[in-house]
């Protein structure tokens, strides 16, 4: 099992630009979330998916953010514009419940995105 | 609703002395309780996890934590600190009706030679 895995590891972009940072959750996982960590505010939980519907974005901060989920095996987060503040590290992580919730997530290596 | 809190940002502590890191929660429903380790440049891994049965847990690397319902609690310990614990430590908790997870804000641990 590969883990969840995220690209790309690092996005050094300019203000203004759209930025498309991409996930692939464990197979057989039916939850997905998108998180971002900054010093100031932690984890931050963006928006999350259940069989690849969107569940709840109300953690998403603007209208600039924006993620799809077209499939069990992909998700992406896009920004656009991007802004300096929107720089931090964005992780993704999958989980399982099959109706209990006592399943961890498992959380991928992060994207660092930083807008310049 | 569910909540962490963690107390101490920053823990420092000699290699081989008793690593406490504190975690206290609240919910309104029992709860499922987690440690997450982060290294540095690194996801969260999950160290251990307290659903039910047994209130002291066993981790990853040595650690365990012990859940008390009484004091809200759900301490991360272990006996000797080593160089390569220096990470970032969360809590988190969550509801066992298929609530999201809330994490705590981290403890930064360092282990001084």
């Known amino acids: 099992d590969a883990g969840v895995i995220q690209s790309p590891r690092h996005e050094v972009t300019e203000m203004g630009q759209e930025v498309t940072l991409r996930c692939k959750p464990i197979?057989?996982?039916?939850?997905l979330f998108w998180y971002r960590q900054t010093m100031m505010r932690g984890l931050e939980l963006l928006i999350y998916f259940n069989n690849n519907v969107p569940i709840d974005d109300s953690g998403m901060p603007e209208d600039r953010f924006s993620a799809k989920m077209p499939n069990a095996s992909f998700s992406t987060l896009k920004i656009q514009p991007s802004e300096p503040r929107d720089s931090a590290v964005y992780f993704c992580?999958?989980?399982?419940?099959?109706?209990?919730?006592?399943?961890?997530?498992?959380f991928g290596s992060g994207t660092r995105l930083t807008v310049v | 609703a569910q909540s962490v809190t963690q107390l101490g940002s920053h823990v420092s502590v000699s290699e081989g002395a008793l690593v406490l890191l504190r975690c206290n929660y609240s919910?309104?429903?029992?709860?499922?309780l987690f440690w997450y380790v982060q290294y540095p440049n690194q996801g969260l891994q999950l160290l251990l996890k307290?659903?039910?049965?047994?209130?002291l847990v066993k981790g990853i690397n040595g650690f365990e934590a012990e859940f008390k319902k009484s004091e809200t609690s759900f301490h991360l310990t272990k006996p000797s600190a080593h160089m390569s614990d220096a990470a970032e430590y969360f809590c988190a908790v969550r509801g066992n009706y298929g609530q999201n997870f809330v994490f705590g804000p981290g403890t930064r641990l360092s282990v001084l030679p």
């Open positions: 919910s309104s429903v029992p709860p499922y």
């Open positions: 307290y659903t039910t049965g047994a209130t």
């Open positions: 992580a999958s989980s399982m419940t099959g109706g209990r919730s006592n399943y961890g997530y498992t």
């Open positions: 197979s057989g996982h039916d939850y």
